[in-house]
């Protein structure tokens, strides 16, 4: 039997309270039992995390490694995420930095099913990075979306997703939505030759995202987009597993800012949007970019776009796709900074640049390209 | 139509600051699209959210109430999550501290089942708090866990729960597990005339949570135990709402300390454990109890205590259950301080207390009964 590892950042006055806590989340994330009272020494010895390494980063910084028997988890990917961080996410002065995987649980959490190769051979694009854009704004009728969509197709963008606040509401009813806006990008399609693909929002309640998703690929949809901290996350690995979606999935970051708000808690950029996503089964993981209206760093950017891209035994790799911020005039730095492999999100910045959103698209086109020429 | 509204803490440098932060939440919870291009009149003033009130807290800190038309959410539970706080989660500095719902959405969302008094007619524990323990630890088999179970009713404690991290492990499978241990609950009921629960802990993964908690349901289980944070908050509601299962759902709160460690982002105590929780459809919410391995303050329990059981409409009350760091020499200050309408968790401690846990349970009894006349 084999064990996984995590690797936490820890908050302690000295090495000996940094162990101590080390040693705290060996018991916590697996017995949660007064480690004197364990029945039995297969559990003391082997169920129990054990401290692989603690060393001090910085004065009151420190970074234990801890291994886990893989048997704890079992194959329930809500369990893995269980022991990952279950109760210690409660705890403040603990952060998940990075983990490892067994075999077994790379033969069971399998990630992208599409992966960066996947998603090139559905949108036929090489050699250059994706681009994307957002149908918006919510209050739309279905007709309108249509229409946008349309254009944005017909100008050469790679990919058009449902804002993600788009869902079931009753001025654009998820079904028809869907039909309409994925009948709009073929009918583009059609005209300029392209493989443009509609990504619509299937995010729901318990249950009806797989059903939402199975209907978009009936639909004619060309992927999905799923905000996974809405859904559960394991919602990302039904969608992705799922024969009759078959579709790429993107993960949308709505509602999981909590896990990496705090600089000493939850997640790191690069375990959360980077590992944690991938294995989850996103084949493109949206986030935040640098110097928007958020508040990501370049080196968290950089982080989660390593996570996408880092071995992981046999999982794909992810592709990192930025948004928020990106406009006509930092294309340039997004190329230098993200590379080829990469989706690069613009929406509102592609309203306000030219009201004709088609030339808008063509623009943007030119640019990216001179941007790889250069 | 009507408005919700949700009351945010901000931090800022001055009002106006503060002000442009509320008009941006308005904004990226609802259209996320450049105002001054929204193609119409109506999602200007209608679906984009209006901030209500402004108010200064402190040097630095404001409390902005916004309000949004339910139309944005609609019927979704995940997109009412949504436009709570989808994207406003990535940016620091902004807190949900508290809610209101529409009429139809208290209609759609209908909280908990059972509530307090549905949960005290199932014990049939009257004018006192209720006391649970729990199964532990992992690794044990399923018998020698059937065996905890059985002692543990034969002492007279009210409810026993799983352990979290009692999932579908090789060494105790879930079906397995929950029909020796509910046969051995109903076996010590038996003997003592008792109306023990043993609540199965059901969360897996996508789909498979409802599919658990309806087997739990024919082995004879009494409650069932979800990990929203790992499910997805929704899987609550579908267990809590299914008439096949037909139990009272507990939170547990694993995964879920990142909406909440951090000050000035996430969730309020309040908000997060208190109404969310129940609008979820959770009879019961456990949570860390201050004094213990946790960090949570006596103040942040009692919001949550507060949250369990506020005015929220047609909404049912749910059992504050404060676990961790309960012990023989508390109990009374836990008395006096969540009142009779709680559920104490002691795991640990009982086992600490007494090999023989079955007089432990007694012991503790009697200390309950001796705090309440006191």
Not at 159 to 165: C, F, L, M, N, T
Not at 354 to 360: A, S, V
Request: net charge negative; glycine share 10%; hydrophobic share 40%.
């Amino acid at each position: 039997m084999e064990r996984f590892s995590v690797t936490y950042a820890l908050l302690a006055d000295d090495l000996n309270e940094a162990r101590r806590k080390a040693f705290d989340i060996c018991v916590e994330q697996t017995v949660e039992f007064p480690y004197d009272l364990i029945p039995n020494a297969y559990i003391q010895t082997e169920i129990v995390g054990h401290i692989e390494s603690l060393d001090t980063l910085a004065p009151g910084r420190f970074r234990a490694v801890i291994s886990y028997h893989e048997d704890t988890a079992g194959t329930d990917f809500t369990q893995f995420l269980n022991v990952l961080f279950g109760n210690t996410s409660i705890k403040p002065g603990v952060r998940v930095d990075a983990f490892t995987l067994t075999p077994m649980q790379l033969a069971t959490f399998t990630g992208p099913r599409f992966g960066v190769a996947g998603l090139r051979a559905r949108t036929g694009v090489v050699g250059r990075p994706l681009l994307c854009s957002a149908l918006k704004p919510l209050g739309l009728d279905c007709h309108a979306l249509a229409d946008i969509a349309y254009r944005f197709a017909l100008g050469g963008i790679d990919v058009i997703k449902d804002d993600h606040g788009l869902a079931n509401q009753r001025y654009a009813p998820f079904e028809e939505r869907v039909a309409r806006c994925a009948e709009a990008v073929q009918r583009a399609n059609a005209e300029t030759g392209g493989n443009c693909l509609y990504l619509p929002n299937v995010t729901a309640d318990d249950g009806y995202t797989l059903t939402r998703a199975r209907f978009a690929q009936q639909a004619g949809a060309g992927a999905v987009i799923i905000s996974g901290a809405l859904t559960g996350f394991d919602t990302l690995r039904a969608v992705a597993g799922d024969d009759q979606v078959n579709l790429p999935v993107f993960m949308h970051p709505a509602f999981s800012g909590s896990f990496t708000v705090a600089p000493d808690a939850g997640f790191s950029h690069f375990a959360f949007y980077g590992q944690l996503m991938r294995l989850a089964g996103a084949d493109a993981v949206i986030f935040p970019n640098y110097g928007g209206r958020f508040s990501f760093s370049r080196e968290e950017c950089a982080a989660i776009a390593q996570g996408c891209r880092c071995n992981m035994g046999s999982l794909r790799s992810a592709l990192p796709a930025p948004g928020g911020g990106m406009n006509f005039e930092n294309i340039g730095d997004m190329v230098a900074f993200y590379g080829s492999d990469a989706i690069f999100l613009i929406g509102g910045g592609l309203f306000r640049h030219n009201p004709d959103i088609t030339e808008g698209v063509r623009t943007l086109r030119r640019l990216l390209e001179q941007c790889l020429e250069a």
